[in-house]
């Protein structure tokens, strides 16, 4: 693990667990830092284990990620691209499929703030009206955000649909 590289462990989880996604976070690592080696880009790469999977986290100091932003793309088009093909590469290495998360420049972490703001107003309006909201169709991430909303607020929520025109809806419990 090189210096720009940290790992921080998550807590309550099998240490057998935590090592194994650390692994992988190892080799999405080194996958990465290719990459980034053969754009030219400066990136530090963080490691973490969050909510039962490896997490790797892109940034830079220089410019605000200003030149890491071409690896997101418009609505992260390019970033979930990545994340597969990071993925791919870890399952070639391990052996095992890989439910890693990437993020570059803080584009997940952003993305997950609106959603959890668009997850609050459609929760606001299903207990207003007792009525099944449904919300425009979105990628798996962004599904998966809005799910944990309604689970937390203690409604219920479906995925609907097929690929890419997947949504989510929210009902009452």
Known sequence: MSEDEKVTPQRGAAPETIKRLEDEGEVAADYLE???DIADLDGDIDIDVDHGRAAVDIV???DGGRWLKRLVGDD???LDALQELTRLAVQAKT???SRLMLDIAGYRKA???????VGNDAVARVRASGERVSLPAMNPFERKVIHD???AAGL?????GVEPNRYVVIRPA
């Open 95 to 97: 052996g095992e499929r």
């Open 34 to 36: 290719e990459l980034l």
């Open 60 to 62: 830079s100091e220089e």
């Open 76 to 78: 992260g088009e390019v």
């Open 149 to 151: 909303v309604v689970a």
């Open 156 to 160: 219920v929520s479906d995925s609907e």
């Open 111 to 117: 993305r997950k703030a609106e959603l959890t703001a």
